[in-house]
T-cell receptor, first 112, second 117 residues
Framework: LAKTTQPISMDSYEGQEVNITCSHN???????ITWYQQFPSQGPRFIIQ???TKVTNEVASLFIPADRKSSTLSLPRVSLSDTAVYYC?????????????FGQGTTLQVKP | GAVVSQHPSWVICKSGTSVKIECRSL??????MFWYRQFPKQSLMLMAT?????????EQGVEKDKFLINHASLTLSTLTVTSAHPEDSSFYIC?????????????FGDGTRLSIL
């Protein structure tokens, strides 16, 4: 499973767009990039997943360049409730187990 | 859909007690469930993969006799921390995948906070 590297922490203000970049230099051809969000004392929650180019859903966008060695999670107009830890993971599509290995994540603090 | 429920949400018990944590997929069947533990301000650490009808697969360094996993049905996996000691105090989280395929998102329970006195 490819290792991921993300900033340990980020600060932002309400209403701003937040971009969290994740490096995954050893990503394999069959790997997908997945992001989860975790609030204190709760289990993680799936945000978005992609393989290449751009994926958008109702809460976020995921940008993946052609070489796929990095990806950027974009949160539009964050609010205080977006304060959480964000984890970037790569998932091997051909895996028999589908297990996830979490890195340290990025702690996002949104200020008023 | 895709709700995973854990019970209890928190438990405090004396050292030497065995504690059972339940993980249920409420509206889907889960052939595979996963168990994690998380220490304060740290990331999730995968403990084991729970397979319905067969033995769990433990990650390196996780004692299978200490952390007993039983996946007796397609909607229930249990983790029993045997003879718990203060160092076993942690936040235990389970997850399950709805549908087949490794890239299916995992749905997590809200965790069980275990405190051993």
């Amino acid at each position: 499973l490819a290792k991921t590297t993300q900033p340990i922490s980020m600060d932002s203000y309400e209403g701003q767009e937040v971009n969290i970049t994740c490096s995954h230099n050893n990503i394999a051809t069959n790997d997908y990039i997945t992001w989860y969000q975790q609030f204190p004392s709760q289990g993680p929650r799936f945000i978005i997943q992609g393989y290449k180019t751009k994926v958008t859903n109702e809460v976020a966008s995921l940008f993946i360049p052609a070489d796929r060695k990095s990806s950027t999670l974009s949160l539009p107009r964050v609010s205080l409730s977006d304060t959480a830890v964000y984890y970037c993971l790569v998932v091997l599509s051909s895996s028999n187990t589908g297990k996830l290995i979490f890195g340290q994540g990025t702690t996002l603090q949104v200020k008023p | 859909g895709a709700v995973v429920s854990q019970h209890p949400s928190w438990v405090i018990c004396k050292s030497g007690t065995s504690v059972k944590i339940e993980c249920r997929s409420l509206d889907f069947q889960a052939t595979t469930m996963f168990w994690y533990r998380q220490f304060p301000k740290q990331s999730l650490m995968l403990m084991a993969t729970s397979n319905e009808g067969s033995k769990a697969t433990y990650e390196q360094g996780v004692e299978k006799d200490k952390f007993l996993i039983n996946h007796a049905s397609l909607t229930l996996s249990t983790l029993t921390v045997t003879s718990a000691h203060p160092e076993d105090s942690s936040f235990y989280i389970c997850s399950a995948t709805k549908g087949q395929g490794a890239i299916q998102p995992q749905h997590f329970g809200d965790g069980t906070r275990l405190s051993i006195l």
